[in-house]
């Protein structure tokens, strides 16, 4: 079975950090660029990052530039998004997604993924 279980998110102050993780198992993970998305209450989903297949390449929402940072151990078939910097307009359902693909590219478009996560509620606020 293919799956993708999102975990590491929390409360937290305004300024601090958290790490996400995004554990994959049934598949190649070789073979597939991995985004992270959110979801705030009443807003659509939007990309935050993602990751091609070796890593190499990334990519950043501008909110988070700077801020983010995104990176894949395929050997433990394991995506991470570290968290600094935290702000409220961070706070929203965090999910990890998948999709195969040739290219050691990748873009957030969350139309272009066909494996999700559940999500990770992540909560900045004072």
């Known amino acids: 079975q293919l799956q993708l279980v999102e975990s590491g998110g929390g409360l937290v102050q305004p300024g601090g950090s958290l790490r996400l993780s995004c554990a994959a198992s049934?598949?190649?993970?070789?073979?597939?660029?991995i985004g992270w998305f959110r979801q705030a209450p009443g807003k659509e989903r939007e990309g935050v990052s993602c990751?091609?297949?070796?890593?190499?390449?990334?990519t950043y929402a501008d909110s988070v530039r700077g801020r983010f940072a995104i990176t894949r151990v395929n050997a433990e078939k394991a995506v991470y998004l570290q968290m600094n910097s935290l702000e409220p307009e961070d706070t929203a359902v965090y999910y990890c997604?998948?999709?195969?693909?040739?290219?050691?590219?990748?873009?957030?478009?969350?139309?272009?993924?066909?494996?999700w996560g559940q999500g990770t509620q992540v909560t900045v606020s004072s």
């Open positions: 049934g598949f190649l993970v070789d073979d597939y660029a």
């Open positions: 997604a998948a999709v195969q693909t040739l290219s050691s590219a990748c873009a957030t478009a969350r139309g272009r993924y066909n494996l």
């Open positions: 990751v091609g297949r070796s890593g190499g390449y990334t």
